[in-house]
């Protein structure tokens, strides 16, 4: 017997994630369809395995940090950027799709200016995602189907660096969009500082290293 069951009948737990297998593409469409566009969880989908996970409320807190930090960076640089936060990246030909936590266009910012539906057979991907917490096979997978080059993953106390490199993602010890600055260093740096002082004061206090750092 197959039992059938509605999105409205699973609840997903802050911290959790659900794994649903031979799911087609049809779908996933349908499911993105049903959980809308203002949720909560995230989707992560590779060839028949779709995730949703729903993030704890300090995974939001250490996103939105990051983030803040990577732009106060950029406009420091004076680079141009376009945030698309959480949108959802699909190659139908590869049946991907993914939702990162938090993504950048910074080198094809330019060309993303005012685009309010993206096509990944004619935009180009994010240059840059970011990922807290776990982030699983699926995502991966699905991200090197849509030819993200750099990703970073934030999971206990460490921000890790990675760039797609032939059809998979290897480990650096330095993001190549900013080169020799040590922005990985200073973002752990103030996260920590924003455990016992507060987000603000570690964003104040982040500007004011980078200028030292930008100015040596």
């Known amino acids: 017997m197959v039992v059938t069951l509605q999105l409205r009948q699973i609840d997903v737990q802050p911290g959790q994630c659900l794994t649903l297998r031979d799911i087609s593409w049809a ?15 995230r989707v992560a989908y590779y060839q028949g395995v779709l995730e949703i996970r729903m993030p704890l409320p300090e995974h939001e807190f250490t996103k939105e940090l990051i983030g803040d930090m990577v732009k106060l960076v950029l406009d420091e640089l004076d680079l141009d950027w376009e945030p698309y936060g959480s949108t ?3 190659r139908p030909e590869m049946s991907a799709g993914v939702e990162p936590d938090t993504c950048f266009y910074i080198q094809n910012a330019r060309q993303m200016i005012g685009k309010r539906r993206l096509d990944l057979l004619v935009d180009p991907p994010p240059d840059l995602a970011i990922e807290i917490d776990v982030t699983s096979k699926t995502q991966l997978s699905a991200y090197v189907a849509l030819k993200v080059p750099e990703i970073w993953c934030y999971a206990d106390g460490k921000l890790k660096v990675f760039v797609l490199h032939q059809q998979e993602y290897i480990e650096v010890e330095t993001s190549p969009i900013f080169g020799k600055l040590p922005v990985i260093e200073g973002i752990l740096q103030f996260l920590k500082l924003s455990l016992t002082k507060g987000s603000s004061t570690a964003r104040r206090a982040f500007r004011q290293w980078l200028h030292e750092v930008l100015t040596k």
């Open 88 to 90: 959802t990246f699909k």
């Open 27 to 41: 779908e996933f469409k349908a499911i993105l369809e049903e959980l809308g566009e203002h949720r909560a969880a």
